[in-house]
T-cell receptor
Framework: EDQVTQSPEALRLQEGESSSLNCSYTVSGLRGLFWYRQDPGKGPEFLFTLYSAGEEKEKERLKATLTKKESFLHITAPKPEDSATYLCAVQPPRSTLTFGKGTMLLVSP | GAGVSQSPRYKVAKRGQDVALRCDPISGHVSLFWYQQALGQGPEFLTYFQNEAQLDKSGLPSDRFFAERPEGSVSTLKIQRTQQEDSAVYLC????????????FGPGTRLTVT
């Protein structure tokens, strides 16, 4: 059974305080690993797709990395507007996504 | 361009009522997905369409849940005889194709069963 575990469940940072979110996974044949951002009352917003171990992708203050067992979302010098829940999902050979529970990030000014 | 839209955004139903939730995917997107998200949880897969064909409905929790996409664009998720445990946010997502294409989500429909 495909499983995704995200840690920590919640993270509070001061503005400018860099940190990382973790996504550990077990899946029978990873087709892709996805990161989404979700604001309260809204649907998940696509951030990154990673396909193979060693791959990295960046967008503004965010960088996602992938190994064979986990992915990290690094947040550099976060701002209050980065506050959101960050969701990780894996895609096995079939097309559907299996999501983790998410990490709720709060960045204080 | 327009994203995925869902209606209604909020629905309150009395236990036992039937409800219908609508999803308008991004124009040209072949694949359409329905997910259920409980409070504090990640989305959980319900069902998946490629054009008008329902290729996977393994996530539907009971036979009270039914989804259709008759013309390969708009989709409707129907829940019959709603129960309190059906209260959740129902998310629709579409993607350009399969597999490995990014799924773009709508804002969701928050269903509350009283």
């Amino acid at each position: 059974e495909d499983q995704v575990t995200q840690s920590p469940e919640a993270l509070r940072l001061q503005e400018g305080e860099s940190s990382s979110l973790n996504c550990s996974y077990t899946v029978s044949g990873l087709r892709g690993l996805f990161w989404y951002r979700q604001d309260p009352g809204k649907g998940p917003e696509f951030l990154f797709t990673l396909y193979s171990a060693g791959e990295e992708k960046e967008k503004e203050r965010l960088k996602a990395t992938l190994t064979k067992k986990e992915s990290f979302l690094h947040i550099t010098a976060p701002k209050p507007e980065d506050s959101a829940t960050y969701l990780c999902a894996v895609q096995p050979p079939r097309s559907t996504l299996t999501f983790g529970k998410g990490t709720m990030l709060l960045v204080s000014p | 361009g327009a994203g995925v839209s869902q209606s209604p955004r909020y629905k309150v139903a009395k236990r036992g009522q039937d409800v219908a939730l609508r999803c308008d995917p991004i124009s040209g997107h072949v694949s359409l997905f329905w997910y259920q998200q409980a409070l504090g949880q990640g989305p959980e897969f319900l069902t998946y369409f490629q054009n008008e064909a329902q290729l996977d409905k393994s996530g539907l929790p009971s036979d009270r849940f039914f989804a259709e996409r008759p013309e390969g664009s708009v989709s409707t998720l129907k829940i019959q005889r709603t129960q309190q445990e059906d209260s959740a946010v129902y998310l629709c997502a579409s993607s350009l194709g399969t597999p490995s294409y990014e799924q773009y989500f709508g804002p969701g429909t928050r269903l509350t069963v009283t």
